[in-house]
């Protein structure tokens, strides 16, 4: 089972993104799909949340209205569209299937 994260990049704030992570190995529509993030020196935090087929999601307080995490159960890819970035949310993002992750992808949001 492996799940592969890229998209991550430098971005201006203001910027979009978007981010995506490519599945293989297990049965990518029979799990809900999450993306989280960890800044330097913080925890990893939840950022979304997406149903097994994609009907429901769930988001943190601090990017609803301007992240959107979609799924792809063909191409077995889950997708994180991310928009107005802030110098803050520079973080490397994760995504989690059940208790399998991802390596990560930088994103850097800086001027």
């Known amino acids: 089972a492996q799940l592969v994260e890229s998209g991550g990049g430098l971005v201006q704030p203001g910027g979009s993104l978007r981010l995506s992570c490519a599945a293989s190995g297990f049965t990518f529509s029979a799990y809900y799909m999450h993306w989280y993030r960890q800044a330097p020196g913080k925890e990893r935090e939840l950022v979304a949340t997406?149903?097994?087929?994609?009907?429901?999601?769930i988001y943190a307080d601090s990017v609803k209205g301007r992240f959107t995490i979609s799924r792809d159960n063909v191409k077995n890819t889950v997708y994180l569209q991310m928009s107005n970035l802030k110098p803050e949310e520079t973080a490397v993002y994760y995504c989690?299937?059940?208790?399998?992750w991802g390596q990560g992808t930088q994103v850097t949001v800086s001027s």
């Open positions: 997406i149903s097994d087929d994609g009907g429901s999601t």
């Open positions: 989690r299937a059940a208790s399998r």
